[in-house]
């Protein structure tokens, strides 16, 4: 576990990734309630939007804080700064529904 100000560092690093990423993710339900003012989609297609929203948030939020402080903060922030793969995530696919049926 780093000092106490590495400590700060890294919720800071995760409060400001958490609140990108979830404005990020809130662009599809504006984008889906303007497509719905101009008549490109109807309540229910929105309405799977905000779904996928939701599912999304919860995945993000799931990342960033399910684990408490402390060392998992800090493990947090250095996925944050170098992700596996070198790929950052897609939060709004972490959402989509999942398939039914199959095995």
């Known amino acids: 576990m780093g000092t ?8 800071e690093l995760v409060a400001s990734y ?11 339900v504006a984008a889906a309630i303007d497509a ?3 008549g490109l989609l109807d309540v229910y297609d929105v309405d799977e939007v905000i779904h996928q929203y939701h599912r999304a948030a919860r995945e993000l939020w799931k990342f960033c804080w ?8 800090e ?3 250095r996925l944050i ?8 995530v897609d939060w709004w ?11």
Request: aromatic share 0%; charged share 30%.
């Open 36 to 38: 719905h003012r101009v």
């Open 75 to 77: 493990i947090v922030a």
């Open 4 to 11: 106490k100000s590495e400590r700060r560092a890294a919720r």
């Open 81 to 88: 700064e170098q992700p596996i793969d070198g790929e950052d």
């Open 93 to 103: 696919q972490c959402g989509a529904p999942r398939e039914r049926g199959g095995r």
């Open 18 to 28: 958490h609140e990108t990423q979830l404005a990020i993710v809130l662009e599809h």
């Open 66 to 73: 399910s684990g408490g402080a402390g060392a998992h903060i």
